[in-house]
């Protein structure tokens, strides 16, 4: 029995065993009891996760995968197996906190960082293989041309370390882009606690329109008075580091 890669899926499944394991092992396994893959497809990485101690869950919609994981690994069963990341609520793994691995389609590879972002106090830890793209704005910082939303949104929760990039030839069917493989380190910084929302609102708001000054982008939010003098309004959104983004919506919060 085999896998047929679906397009619809954004499956492209990673043949090479030396990079499967080196994925692996860019986890730490400690100080979590359980490991969520998300899209193991044909079980490059999840044969080398089974030889950990960890609880293994896996993430997988595509049916024909699913039977082929059952049927060439004893150890997984229905069980394993927790439907789509995306809609997953994790409150069955709620008593443990869980890591989080995977080749992922990179057509949902943004909307699983945001969800990663939703459950961060479940999840400390995170590596997985993304569109090169995608992991550089991820792991950027200020004043760069891929520091943008994405990098700020994660950052606030996680420190982020690009890995490795992955060659198109070592996947079936190769990809049209590199693939680049980043690791997230839950590091929750201070003061955001309780900001979330007005923090995001600020974050989007400054980058829709980022060749403009804070002062300008922001007016969508009704900036209050006191900060309309501060010194980040005559700032572009990615002159700020996170933790300036950080500081300044616990301080709007405080003026409002």
């Known amino acids: 029995m085999s896998v047929k890669a679906k397009k619809h899926l954004g499956q492209h ?8 394991r080196k994925i692996v092992d860019g ?11 998300v899209g193991p497809g044909t079980g490059v990485l ?14 997988e919609i595509d049916t024909e995968s699913i039977d082929y994981l059952k049927n060439n690994h004893e150890e997984i069963t229905d069980k394993n197996f927790v439907g789509d990341f995306l809609k997953y609520d994790f409150s069955p793994l709620a008593e443990q906190q869980t890591a989080i691995i995977g080749n992922f389609p990179y ?15 479940l999840i400390p830890e995170m590596v997985g293989m993304f569109q090169k793209e995608v992991a550089e ?5 200020p004043r760069t041309k891929d520091y943008g939303i994405l990098s700020v949104l994660v950052q606030a929760y996680y420190d982020v370390k690009y890995l490795f990039t992955v060659h198109e030839n070592v996947f079936n069917p190769p990809p049209k882009v590199k693939s680049g493989v980043i690791k997230l380190t839950r590091n929750p910084k201070e003061g955001l606690a309780g900001n979330e929302i007005l923090f995001k609102q600020i974050v989007k708001a400054g980058f829709n329109q980022r060749r403009k000054k804070l002062s300008n982008a922001l007016k969508i939010l009704d900036i209050p008075e006191n900060l309309k003098t501060h010194e980040f309004m005559d700032k572009r959104a990615e002159e700020l580091s996170v933790a300036d983004f950080i500081s300044f919506t616990k301080l709007w919060k405080e003026n409002v």
């Open 13 to 20: 499944f990673l043949t090479d065993e030396n990079i499967a």
């Open 27 to 37: 986890l730490s396994f400690e100080n979590y009891g359980n490991i969520l893959e």
């Open 46 to 59: 999840t044969k080398y996760l089974l030889e950990k101690e960890q609880n293994l869950y896996l993430a």
């Open 107 to 121: 057509n949902i590879s943004s909307q699983i960082l945001f969800k990663i972002i939703d459950y961060y106090e």
């Open 137 to 141: 704005r991820t792991a950027a910082v």
